[in-house]
């Protein structure tokens, strides 16, 4: 069974940083494309940032250049770094996974999710 246990939410001021946390638990992790997308209130979800098994990543047009994906396979997680947080950030953060690029694409496993608030 998989499961995918986000943290490291909260509320930040725009401008500032946060690191969002992602522990798995029932995959071989080395193998598995890891990944963040978001959806905020009224919008649909969006990718975030992907990281594959060979360390390649892909993010969002939104976030790119902001925020980076990194995963430890010693400790089964990933991590997503933000930085330069702007109000248009805010969002419930979920964590993804998938066995292969299509997987992770078409369906894979879902966290809970975590709130992330950019305000003053």
């Known amino acids: 069974q998989v499961q995918l246990v986000e943290s490291g939410g909260g509320l930040v001021q725009p401008g500032g940083s946060l690191r969002l946390s992602c522990v798995a638990s029932g995959i071989f992790f080395s193998t598995y494309v890891m990944g963040w997308y978001r959806q905020a209130p009224g919008k649909e979800r969006e990718l975030v940032g992907t990281i594959t098994s060979d360390g390649t990543t892909y993010y969002g047009a939104s976030v790119k250049g902001r925020f980076t994906v990194s995963r430890d396979n010693a400790k089964n997680t990933v991590y997503l770094q933000m930085n330069s947080l702007e109000p248009e950030d805010t969002a419930v953060y979920s964590c993804?996974?998938?066995?292969?690029?299509?997987?992770?694409?078409?369906?894979?496993?879902w966290g809970q999710g975590t709130q992330v608030t950019v305000s003053s």
């Open positions: 993804h996974c998938g066995s292969s690029l299509i997987e992770y694409a078409m369906r894979g496993s």
